[in-house]
């Protein structure tokens, strides 16, 4: 019985948890529709107005990007802006032959007028941070536009972006990502599908009432003098632009987000590119936490919400561990339910937190039909993208807290960029990509059991009991073994 309290009480926890995540994401959207209502004042530089235009700086930190950097730097050459109050860094931190294709290219782009550097180092200290940190010595722009190189801005990007800063207080404006490869896989669909919600729902919903939100790395533009103010770039943490983007909002600065400017971008194609990034994301976000958490909480000048919101947006990659132990523990309680009958106002009452799903099927629901439009055609494709969107988001949730539970107890790692494909349709090949691990990591074989473990799941629904099974937790197991069944599956046949 002692046993059976302990998986209860964690079980419980677990859950509660979650419900509080799934209450904030319900504020998020009451904050994001009403934000709809509001019309955007904001004072900007009339670019039209030679005295007006400042210097900005466009740096491109990359690495052994063979497959992308030809079009990266084609791409960056067409952004129209004056060429006088232009200058573009590429911070290349490469190891292989892309070093000298690379040098060569900007020396062509030179002869044709653009002032672009290519700006090395001897080693990776830092890494992208430290990249970003040289390349700040020398940058002559008052603004830093930063561009990962799978990212494609626009030619107007610069000129809808950039006049926002004639507000002083402003130190980083940010824009939504797009994605060329979206339709590429049931991957690159659900990775869409996930990171709409954030730069539509979480982004605008905490901006639109002042709370924080992060720079994403890429696609912004920051103030320099903000950078410098806030302690410059920090190699402390593998989500270097969380860690950054809090300093400087703790120090006052203000971010705008742009919903409106679209940034297309490459998504992952294939499984173990994913991971690495899904990796780097939730452990940084989780070491934000552990370096974050008494300087929001001990901040004087934001409101007692602004902080429940900044703790919950840091433990945002913690949610994956929650969702696991509630998965891994569900057997276990379908037991403990049909063998415990004084428990029966218990379960009734746990039955309750099955309203945190429907919390997101809604939020995700608005974001989606934003997007897409409504009618029920739209809505039957969005319950069938839910439903595969929610089982492989736990079936990375294994994967997703070994990274959480490294962040929190302080395990450091190096800094793992996610290779790029140049690929946006499914007849482009990636087989042959040469930066794709031919390894497999012994945390697949775990998702495995997983699998075999959540078909246990569903097995016990028709045998637990003396009433001829139990289904109420069927559905979540047969989630659960489809999640980690494709997780599984697809990491080894990405090997071969």
């Known amino acids: 019985m002692i046993l059976d309290t302990i998986i209860i009480v964690v079980y419980t926890i677990a859950l509660l948890l979650i419900f509080m995540y799934a209450l904030a994401q319900l504020n998020l959207l009451f904050n994001y529709l009403s934000s709809k209502k509001n019309n955007d004042s904001c004072e900007s530089y009339d670019l039209s107005n030679p005295n007006e235009i400042p210097f900005v700086t466009i740096q491109l930190p990359v690495y052994n990007e063979m497959y992308v950097m030809e079009r990266l730097l084609d791409n960056i050459a067409k952004i129209d802006y004056p060429k006088n109050k232009l200058e573009v860094q590429v911070l290349d931190d490469s190891t292989d032959e892309t070093l000298e294709t690379t040098k060569k290219h900007i020396a062509m782009l030179q002869t044709k007028g653009l002032d672009i550097q290519h700006i090395t180092r001897t080693d990776r200290k830092g890494f992208k941070a ?18 990962d190189s799978d990212f494609l801005p626009k030619k107007d990007w610069l000129k809808r972006t950039v006049p926002y800063f004639k507000n002083k207080s402003i130190g980083v404006v940010q824009t939504r990502w797009g994605h060329i490869n979206r339709n590429y896989s049931v991957l690159t669909k659900i990775q869409a599908f996930a990171l709409d919600a954030h730069f539509t729902l979480e982004q605008v919903g905490r901006n639109s009432k002042g709370h924080f939100i992060n720079f994403n790395g890429t696609a912004g533009v920051w103030r320099k003098a903000c950078i410098i103010d806030a302690g410059n770039w920090e190699g402390d943490t593998l989500t270097e632009d969380l860690d950054l983007s809090y300093r400087a909002q703790l120090k006052n600065w203000k971010f705008k987000y742009l919903e409106d400017v679209e940034t297309p971008a490459e998504l992952p194609i294939v499984i173990s590119a994913a991971r690495s990034q899904q990796f780097r994301w939730n452990k940084g976000g989780a070491e934000n936490f552990r370096k974050m958490m008494w300087k929001v909480l001990k901040n004087k000048n934001i409101s007692a919400k602004t902080k429940v919101h900044g703790l919950l947006h840091l433990l945002n990659s913690t949610m994956f561990l929650n969702i696991l132990i509630v998965a891994v523990l569900s057997i276990p309680m379908l037991y403990i339910k049909n063998e415990y009958a004084h428990l029966k106002l218990y379960f009734y009452v746990m039955s309750f937190f099955v309203i945190s799903t429907l919390i997101f099927f809604i939020c995700y629901w608005i974001m989606y039909r934003k997007m897409y439009g409504g009618g029920i055609k739209n809505f039957v494709n969005y319950i069938g993208m839910f439903f595969v969107f929610f089982s492989i988001a736990m079936g990375f949730s294994l994967h997703n807290s070994i990274a959480v539970l490294e962040g929190h107890l302080g395990k450091k790692s190096e800094f793992i960029r996610t290779p790029k494909f140049n690929v946006s349709t499914i007849k482009d090949s990636w087989k042959k990509n040469k930066y794709l691990k031919k390894t497999v990591s012994i945390h697949v074989i775990f998702e495995g059991l997983l699998m075999l473990y959540f078909a246990f799941g569903m097995y016990s629904a028709f045998v637990v009991g ?31």
């Open 466 to 496: 003396d009433q001829g099974g139990d289904f109420g937790l069927f559905p979540f197991h047969l989630m659960l073994f489809l999640g980690f069944g494709y997780v599984f599956i697809k990491s080894l046949t990405s090997k071969v």
């Open 130 to 147: 430290g990249a970003l940190k040289e390349g700040l010595k020398t940058a002559k722009g008052e603004f830093i536009a930063i561009f």
